[in-house]
Every structure is written in structure tokens, then in C-alpha cells.
């Protein structure tokens, strides 16, 4: 058994069993073997199984999103907002199942048909981090199940607690035996193990893009299809004709929502000149004003634990970098509290270019903020990373937040919308922030085959 602990007080929040190479085995063996019933079953009965899932996650959503809020430090309302998430996709794919796929293709000759079929890949190996381990985790598995494939699915050790019920809930809605599997074990030799298994046909991960091109690699030998949601470095763009006040609050849901460990966390303040000062000063009283502590405690603090010291040591070795290098402190000092891992919301101002912090992932409650004269210089500094994830732009001019957002490298915008995400949505990045798109339409497509039908009549 390998044991899990709660980050607010580094108490244990339980365990789950841990297993092997042969653990990840047998459970492709188990979906390989489901396969071609679950494929072969009519889109109805699929939707009619994600449905029963979507409600149960709705039902028990308090329940798995208190267990989530132990093991990971989120604060319980967004815990349980999390598992409600999750809930989401499942309802949405069960719809999408049912839509028309394929097409017939105009013919140019009379003795001739031409038409496209959409059939399931095969067995998919779903690799999911900690820090939504639910939704991240539905946001696979329910297109993946949608389309007919089944699963084999490794979370992080993390974090494996919630999203075990949410797979308890998913057999509780009628999924048959081996049509979705969780693995717990080491990373590596489960990863490894299942991209070499004749079965998998596809791999979808979300982690850091470090492991991601360490598993495109893997996944080139067998030709196995890799869908890649990789590392972020979002910049935050606000113009000069922006709603402060409104600005301000998108800040602080786009920075610290999660204690700051989001793929699409704003990392990077970038604001005009003419606002700027009334920006910082406003964004730094209410991040003073934030408290920190236990997310179950009542009243309901505004940032939880980070995960574990690990992600303690890495923000603070870039604050202190940046520091050290000239920038400069706008955030209060203050007394966090004792027997968890936690860290003090932070802003920094006059970051030089080569701090890490200007130009890599934080994942934790800090962030740079930089001045801008004019939005060609702001695009350029928002672009200023190998990342390509997400970006976020605030203004009242419908014109200029068009233009922004197409300057943008990045595969998701908020314009004036600090939460993009959503189930009916496409969710990727460019660059070197991943490949394929989650959510939506795409979401489905990405587990399907496009098969080409030429008929003679």
C-alpha cells in the first residue's frame, strides 16, 4: 500500500494499493478483451452509461470533493466544484456520442460512392497529474468512452484518492468489466508498460512537458497516437482602456485559483502604462488581504497548501532568483501557518528577462508583473516563451481584444474571462504546450480513426 498524505497538516489522508509492470499489464489485457463488445454496443447504450455516471458524480460530488480537498489541499469549495466539473463531461460526451459522424462525399461518377466512417482507435492509456486529478481525468475518459474505446488509466500518486471513486462511480452506471482500469504505480515503468502493450492504440497525458516529449518518444516506437496537454506560461495582458476592477478580480481568479497550480495559472502581468500603477495597486491590496490556510477550514481560507514540499522548494527558489537579481518585492511579508505546506501569495515587479520567473511555468501562487507602452511590445513579451498554452487579455474595446487575441501564441484565450474551461470547448496548446485538443468535437475525434468507404455500385 502506498500512502497518501493531506498537505494542509502532512497528516494521512489514506492509501491506495500500489502495483507494477504487470499490474499495468494485465489491465490492458482487461481492455484489450472489452473492446469489441464495448465498441460494438450502439451509440445509445454508451450515452445512456455516461449519463448514469454524469449523475452519480453530480450526487456524490460532496463526498469525493471533501476526499479531494484532503488529499490535494484544495479548498473544499473548489474541490467540490471540481467533481460537479468532471460530472460535465461526462453529461456532454453522452450527448456528442449520439451525433452524426462520418460523411458521404459528393461522387463524380454514377457507378461510384465515396464516404468516411468514424470507428474507436482501440485501448487508450489516460496519464493524468494531481492537481485536478478529477476533471483532467474526465476530460479523457469520457470522449475516449464515448467513442468506443476503453481505458487504461495511471494517476498521480499524488492524488489518487478522488478520482478512485469517481471510477467507483463509474462501474456503479453499468460500465462492463474492462472497459475502464486504474493503475497505481511507478510513473515510468507503468507508462512505459502500457505504450509498449500490442493493445494501446493511444496515449493522452497532462503533465509538464518534460515528461510529455519523454512520452511522444516512448510512444514513436509502436506508433502509438499521443494527445499531449503540456506545460503553461500564461501572460495576462491588460490594455488601457481595460475595467480595472475588473481586471483585478479576473487577476486573482486567473492567478490563484488552485493556490496558483493550474496549466493556465497567469504567470505573467502585463499592463499598459496608463493603468498600471492603479492595477498593481489594487491587485496587491487584495492579494495582501488573501488568507492561507486549511481549505476545510470554516471560514473557507482563500489559498489551501500547495501539494508538498517539492513544489514548496521550487516557487521559492524563483522568487528568491528573481530577488536576487534585482527585482523587487510588492506583496507584504507574512506568518503562514505551521505543520502544512504552504507559501505566501506573491507579486513581483522589475523581473529581468532572465529570471526563470519571466519566462517559465510557476505553478504556485507567485507571479511577475512588467509595464508595457504600447500592445505590440505586450504581445511580444506575452509571446516570450517556448510555452503556448493559454493567455489572457482584458479590455472594453471588442476590436483590440480581437486583434490581441489573434497576435497570441497560445491555443486558449480569455478575453475578459478568467475561466475558460469548459466541457463544450477545445482545450490545447501550440508550441511546445502540446499536441490535440480536449473538449469539444475534437475531444471525440481525437480517440476515432477516420476509415475512407470507396463503393461501387
Not at 494521512?12 to 463488445?37: E, H, I, K, L
Not at 493511444?202 to 518518444?217: K, L, Q
Request: aromatic fraction near 6%; hydrophobic fraction near 45%; charged fraction near 25%.
Amino acid at each position: 500500500m502506498l500512502p497518501v498524505t493531506n498537505p494542509a497538516d502532512c497528516t494521512p489522508a489514506g492509501d491506495v494499493a500500489w502495483g507494477d509492470a504487470s499490474t499495468a499489464t494485465r489491465a490492458a489485457d482487461a481492455a484489450a478483451r472489452a473492446f469489441g463488445d464495448w465498441s460494438g454496443l450502439p451509440a445509445r447504450r454508451r450515452a445512456d452509461v455516461l449519463l448514469e455516471a454524469s449523475r452519480l458524480l453530480a450526487e456524490r460530488s460532496a463526498d469525493i470533493g471533501r476526499l479531494l480537498a484532503v488529499e490535494a489541499g484544495k479548498r473544499l469549495p473548489e474541490a467540490v466544484g471540481e467533481v460537479a466539473f468532471s460530472a460535465e463531461y461526462f453529461r456532454w460526451f453522452a450527448e456528442q456520442a449520439r451525433r452524426p459522424h462520418g460523411e458521404v462525399i459528393p461522387h463524380e461518377l454514377p457507378d461510384r460512392r465515396h464516404l468516411t466512417l468514424r470507428r474507436p482507435v482501440g485501448v487508450v492509456a489516460s496519464l493524468t497529474p494531481w492537481n485536478f486529478p478529477c476533471s483532467i481525468q474526465a476530460r479523457k475518459l469520457a470522449p475516449a468512452l464515448a467513442a468506443g474505446c476503453t481505458v487504461v488509466a495511471r494517476v498521480s500518486e499524488k492524488a489518487p484518492l478522488a478520482v478512485t471513486e469517481m471510477f467507483r462511480a463509474l462501474t456503479d452506471a453499468g460500465l462492463p468489466p474492462g472497459v475502464v482500469n486504474l493503475v497505481h504505480g511507478p510513473a515510468r515503468e507503468v507508462t512505459q508498460t502500457l505504450l509498449d502493450h500490442d493493445a494501446v492504440r493511444a496515449v493522452t497525458f497532462t503533465g509538464s512537458t518534460g515528461v510529455g516529449r519523454e512520452i511522444m518518444a516512448g510512444a514513436s516506437r509502436r506508433i502509438v497516437r499521443p494527445l499531449l496537454e503540456l506545460g503553461g506560461d500564461a501572460a495576462f495582458v491588460v490594455l488601457e482602456d481595460a475595467d480595472v476592477d475588473a481586471a483585478v478580480e479576473g487577476a486573482l481568479l486567473a492567478k490563484f485559483r488552485n493556490t496558483g497550480q493550474s496549466c493556465i495559472a497567469a504567470n505573467r502581468f502585463v499592463v499598459h502604462e496608463v493603468v498600471h500603477d492603479e492595477f498593481v495597486e489594487k491587485f496587491v491590496a487584495r492579494v495582501d488581504a488573501m488568507t492561507v490556510g486549511d481549505g476545510l477550514a470554516d471560514p473557507c481560507p482563500d489559498l489551501g497548501p500547495v501539494i508538498d514540499d517539492s513544489r514548496v522548494e521550487a516557487v521559492t527558489t524563483m522568487v528568491d532568483e528573481a530577488l536576487a537579481l534585482g527585482a523587487r518585492r510588492l506583496t507584504a511579508d507574512r506568518q503562514l501557518p505551521t505543520g502544512g505546506t504552504y507559501l505566501a501569495p506573491t507579486l513581483l515587479a522589475d523581473v529581468p528577462d532572465t529570471a526563470a520567473l519571466a519566462s517559465e511555468e510557476v505553478f504556485g501562487p507567485a507571479a511577475a508583473v512588467f509595464r508595457f507602452s504600447d500592445t505590440d511590445e505586450a504581445v511580444a513579451r506575452a509571446n516570450r516563451t517556448e510555452m503556448g498554452l493559454a493567455a489572457y487579455v482584458w479590455s472594453r474595446d471588442v476590436s483590440r481584444c480581437w486583434r490581441t487575441a489573434e497576435a497570441l501564441e497560445a491555443g486558449i484565450v480569455g478575453v475578459n474571462n478568467a475561466l475558460p474551461s469548459v466541457a463544450f470547448a477545445p482545450m490545447g496548446g501550440v508550441k511546445q504546450s502540446g499536441l490535440g485538443r480536449e473538449g469539444a468535437a475534437l475531444g471525440l475525434e481525437e480517440f476515432e480513426d477516420v476509415r475512407y468507404l470507396a463503393l461501387g455500385l
